[in-house]
């Protein structure tokens, strides 16, 4: 089996405690936690299992390393922070693990990442052996693996369409959700993800990936960003009020441009309740979120995801799907050479040895 660390116990890593656990060639080895509450507690209660699992987590990065671990799923967070994250993935394929991670989303298409990313991967590759391959939901596999796949299904394909539809008020990390997207915020603040060329600088990797796998040129990638105020003030179950007549809705599209059109696009309908904005999109049961492609074309396919976990909780399902995309590439990636990937070179396979296969 493959000794296999988490790094981080949050949204994400308590999810990767679990998917490490229930995976028949996976051999979870340590947990590393940076709160020191969390010191000394069994991995099996962090990542919510019903029972212990022998391990404790540490803060001791650098003796987790030098075990030499053969596998790293790093969760923690890159958005806020992304030069300590940088240094932690470089250091942990220089451990010579192959590393999975959602952080550094300019990682998602390391071919287009700027050199500040992806030099110190590749040196820290030369020197240790190790991999990486960064990837998620969306950006991640609602917009390369499962549209490219749908697109073979097409006699002709006109345009590709993109969707995640979500009400954020069941995300549970207020930090992002207030000040990074702008909910509860008065209208003429200025979120720092919808600055001009952040979206594309998070979902334009996406972008050329599906460019590259369809063999077509991209003229340009544009952007377009529409906010809606709240009606009436609302209180959400996780992160309480929202003013009326603060940012409540947000619709934005990052397009690939073919040949003058937008022929790629990926589209974000995020609302902190369901008043506002309604006649935007919304996911197709009424439900609080989806992940969605159409494939414009002969014939028209539609195909929505909806995942719940943790209690019926769509954006947990959400973060569950990308770590269960990361987790399930670990063997292959250890029988690859090392390097760094991307999604088009790492196969989404079946859930070989798991059917049935109960959760400790």
């Given amino acids: 089996m493959i000794p296999t660390v988490v790094w981080g116990t949050g949204n994400v890593g308590r999810l990767a405690i679990r998917a490490v656990e229930a995976h028949p060639a996976l ?49 923690a967070s890159g958005d ?18 192959v590393v999975v991670s959602p952080a550094l989303y300019p990682l998602y298409d390391h071919r287009s990442a700027p050199p500040e990313f992806r030099d110190p991967v590749l040196a820290a590759v030369a020197e240790g052996g190790g991999s990486l391959f960064a990837s998620g939901v969306d950006p991640g596999w609602g917009n390369d693996v499962l549209p490219l796949l749908l697109s073979g299904l097409g006699t002709t394909v006109d345009a590709i369409r993109c969707q995640e539809i979500f009400d954020y008020s069941t995300y549970d990390q207020p930090g992002s959700v207030r000040d990074l997207v702008g909910m509860g915020h008065p209208m003429d603040y200025q979120p720092m993800m919808l600055l001009p060329s952040v979206p594309t600088m998070v979902w334009g990797g996406q972008i050329r990936m599906m460019a590259r796998a369809l063999g077509v040129e991209l003229d340009e990638i544009r952007e377009t960003v529409d906010r809606r105020p709240l009606d009436t003030t609302v209180t959400t179950r996780t992160m309480g009020a929202f003013e009326a007549g603060t940012q409540g809705a947000v619709r934005f599209e990052v397009q690939g441009i073919v ?38 074309g002969r014939p ?46 790492v196969p989404l396979r079946p859930a070989a040895g798991r059917l049935g296969r109960k959760q400790p």
Avoid at 305 to 311: I, K, R
């Fill in 259 to 296: 040949e003058g059109e937008p022929r790629l696009v990926i589209e974000h309908v995020t609302r902190i309740h369901a008043s506002c904005a309604p006649d935007w999109p919304s996911p197709p049961d009424g439900g609080d979120g989806a992940h969605r492609v159409v494939i414009e």
């Fill in 300 to 345: 028209r396919i539609e195909v929505t995801v909806e995942a719940t976990d943790e209690g019926d909780n769509r954006s947990a399902g959400g973060n569950a799907t990308a770590v269960g995309r990361l987790v399930g590439a670990i063997d292959w990636l250890v029988e690859a050479e090392p390097g760094l990937y991307d999604a088009l070179d």
């Fill in 80 to 97: 806020i922070r992304p030069d300590e994250a940088l240094a932690d993935l470089t250091r942990a394929v220089r451990a010579g693990a």
């Fill in 27 to 75: 051999r979870l080895t340590a947990v590393i936690v940076h709160d020191p509450a969390k010191v000394g507690r069994d991995a099996g209660e962090l990542g919510g299992l019903d029972q212990r699992v022998g391990v404790a987590a540490t803060d001791d990065v650098e003796a987790v390393l030098a075990a030499r671990p053969r596998a790293v799923v790093y969760a």
